[in-house]
C-alpha cells in the first residue's frame, strides 16, 4: 500500500458526460500528479500541483482540469468525454515541489471506461 | 528532454534463474532513475532509484539495479527469479520543468517467469 488512495476505482460512463477523480496524498507530500495509461499512450503525465497551486503541466485535454485543495487532496475533472478517454488515471505524490531525489509514489489509480 | 527506453517489449525467463531488464537513458544533466513495478489490475509500484552514489542500488522484493554512465544504461537485476515476479516493469527518469517537476517512463517490458 503506498498511501496515496483513489477513488472511484473504476467507472462507467457515456460519451459526452463529465466525471470526477479523487486522490488523497500520502500524509505529509504537498505534491501531487496526475498521469493517464492508455495502451497506445504508454503513461503520460498529465498535471502537477504543489501546496494547492499548479506546478507543471503536461499533455492535458483542455476538457481535462485539476485542482489541489487546501487539505491537498486532489481532483481530476474530465469533462465532453470521447472514447479515446478511456483509460487508468493515476495519481501520485511526493513531498517535495521539486526534488530530484525523493520518491514518488502512485495510487492504485481509477479505470475510466467511456461508452 | 529526458528520455529512457526500454528495448524489450517482453522478458521470458525461467524460475530460478537471473533476470535482467533492460533500459537506457538520454538526459542533459545528472541523471535520476527509477524502476516501477504494475501487477495486473494494480498501481504502480516504486521499486528503487539511483540519484548518486553507488552504481549498484538495492530495491524491494530483492531487485537491484546498476546505473552505467558510459552506457547510459540502468539494467534491473534479480538473482533468482519467481513467478510471483511476473508483471509490468518501467523505468522512469525525473524530468524538471520550470516549476515543477515530472517523471518520464519508458514504453514498459513485462516480464514473464515460468516454472
Known amino acids: 500500500d503506498s498511501g496515496v488512495t483513489q477513488t472511484p476505482k473504476h467507472l462507467i460512463t457515456a460519451t459526452g458526460q463529465r466525471v470526477t477523480l479523487r486522490c488523497s496524498p500520502r500524509s505529509g507530500d504537498l505534491s501531487v500528479y496526475w498521469y493517464q495509461q492508455s495502451l497506445d499512450q504508454g503513461l503520460q503525465f498529465l498535471i502537477q500541483y504543489y501546496n494547492g497551486e499548479e506546478r507543471a503541466k503536461g499533455n492535458i485535454l483542455e476538457r481535462f482540469s485539476a485542482q489541489q485543495f487546501p487539505d491537498l487532496h486532489s481532483e481530476l475533472n474530465l469533462s465532453s468525454l470521447e472514447l479515446g478517454d478511456s483509460a487508468l488515471y493515476f495519481c501520485?505524490?511526493?513531498?517535495?515541489?521539486?526534488?530530484?531525489?525523493?520518491?514518488?509514489?502512485f495510487g492504485e489509480g481509477s479505470w475510466l471506461t467511456v461508452v | 528532454a529526458q528520455s529512457v527506453a526500454q528495448p524489450e517489449d517482453q522478458v521470458n525467463v525461467a524460475e530460478g534463474n537471473p533476470l535482467t531488464v533492460k533500459c537506457t537513458y538520454s538526459v542533459s544533466g545528472n541523471p535520476y532513475l527509477f524502476w516501477y513495478v504494475q501487477y495486473p489490475n494494480r498501481g504502480l509500484q516504486f521499486l528503487l532509484k539511483y540519484i548518486t552514489g553507488d552504481n549498484l542500488v538495492k530495491g524491494s522484493y530483492g531487485f537491484e539495479a546498476e546505473f552505467n554512465k558510459s552506457q547510459t544504461s540502468f539494467h534491473l537485476k534479480k538473482p533468482s527469479a519467481l513467478v510471483s515476479d511476473s508483471a509490468l516493469y518501467f523505468c522512469a527518469v525525473r524530468d524538471l520543468m520550470e516549476y515543477g517537476n515530472k517523471l518520464v517512463f519508458g514504453a514498459g517490458t513485462i516480464l514473464r517467469v515460468k516454472s
Open positions: 501520485a505524490s511526493s513531498v517535495a515541489e521539486v526534488s530530484t531525489g525523493n520518491t514518488i509514489y
